[in-house]
């Protein structure tokens, strides 16, 4: 009796010294012990871990494939922008002397870069050049197109409702027959790229939940048939946090596995889009080339594959470890 | 170390397993516990590990009331405790090795130490050579050592067996009881559920006889050996 408890304290003191930096030490290994054997439980059932991980896979390339097309559609139309302009067509009794100081005043404006003057016969060589129709144009007795004057905005003012307000300006110019924004079409197709991206984002949340029901589900069929093993467990005094912990780190693994799977699906859709993209742009004469995945974008893809692993996990061992007691 | 005081439990649809059971098992002791299959004895060890609780009375395990204990606090319970399976529980996808460095892991302790207990817990149950071994490979008494070997490694201060040789010949029987007793020598309170009245007979420790649910006697095992109490259940367990 004597001899034990001297035996006993002898032990508790060698614990307690030795412990507090060691406990956190073993923590860690602890913790990055189950990370790595649950990855390599993983990999002992390589199939039904693939299959689980291309489910998510897909789930996560479809927003972030079309979230990639629509960043290079708007990429694309604000190119278009910068070159904002506006055709201000006069009126045709209007003189030559006139428009020439019409220019001279617009030009003195606030938010007018530039003002460049098409007169009437250039109007009509330029048509006559790019139209097809030269020997139709002949044919009529005079020139029917009116001179215009092409308003190019200050980078600051080209923004559409400052353009709106310019366009607004001058309209009420005595002279000036019709002003027309020629932004109106990529003005469209941005409100379109809006709809497009809340769509996406819709999309994202509905598959977000997909992801959640696959992990869950297949955390739950995991906890289920090591039911002995967490039962044996709990029998020898692991805590919940303890049991919890390999199922979180599956989880995790999922995700990543999946947000990785989805990064390469869309970096092949891409390659494969980008050689027929290129040639559609080189018969517009267009610099324009198909942007990969930014940086941002392959974290954000990373990031929410990981956060739906877990999560998905929490609530499958949230709802299912409970319900496992030593009976 | 285990204080029942009239405790008493009742299973949900009325059975009533045990009715003022009183018992108190002091540190560094070592008891039998034995009755027919039903008459209570699994439901007593249920009650000490916090399996099941009393539905009267108090359970005080190491100072520990177990009524009213948070359930948060039952792994650090049953860390105390050392429990060896009839059915062994142990967990066949791993080696021997870490089915017997699983408590230490789970209270968190450093690597080195681990491999230290596990070695020595397997040096004491003689299985020192089988620490790569998968349990399934090893025969049924070489599996409780393990079993026992996974009980003893965090030196728990009590120490409970629930039929540890229901499956094992004589010899090896002798050999496990034997294991028990050595762990008693050194300070650990043991607690075994057993109807193997030949085994037990030959030794000499307290004995616990439950009866439907009461305790009928709290003796000596020595006593057995009187033939009047062996006619009364002795003889009569062995052939159940």
Redesign the interface.
Known sequence: ?N???I??TD?ENRQRA?KPR??V???F??HLWVLVSSLGSLWRTPLATLMTAAVIGIALALPAGLHVLLQNVQQLSSGWEGTAQMSLFLKSGVSEKRIHSLADTLRGWEGVAEVRYISREQALAEFREQSGFGDALNSLDENPLPAVLVLFPTAEAAAPAQMELLLGKVQDLESVDLAQLDLEWVRRLSGIIEVGKRGVLLLGGLLALAILLVVGNTIRLTILSRR??II????????NA?IRRPFLYTGFWYGLMGAVLAWLLVAILLGLLSDPVNRLSFLYNSEFSLGGLGLDTVVILLGSGIVLGLLGSWLAVGKHLQAI??? | MIKFDNVSKRYPGGHEALSGVSFHLK??EMAFLTGHSGAGKSSLLKLI?C?ERASRGNVVIDGQNLTRLKS?HI?????K?G?VFQSH???Y?RTVFDNVA??L???????S?VGRRVRAALDKVGLLGKERVMPITLSGGEQQRVGIA?AVVN?P?LLLADEPTGNLDPELSREIMGLFEQFNQ??VSVLVATHDHDLISRLDHRLLTVKQGKLERDGRTAEMRDSSLRGNDGSVERFS
């Open positions: 009796m001899q034990t408890k035996k006993n032990t030795g060691g406990r030490n073993a923590y290994t602890h002995q093993e044996v467990t709990k029998l020898i005094g692991a805590t303890f007691e030593p009976t | 540190a560094g590990a399996i948060r792994p650090a319970l049953r860390r405790i429990v529980n142990l967990l996808d699983l408590p892991i789970i209270a968190g302790y450093h690597q130490e996974r030196r201060p050194v300070g």
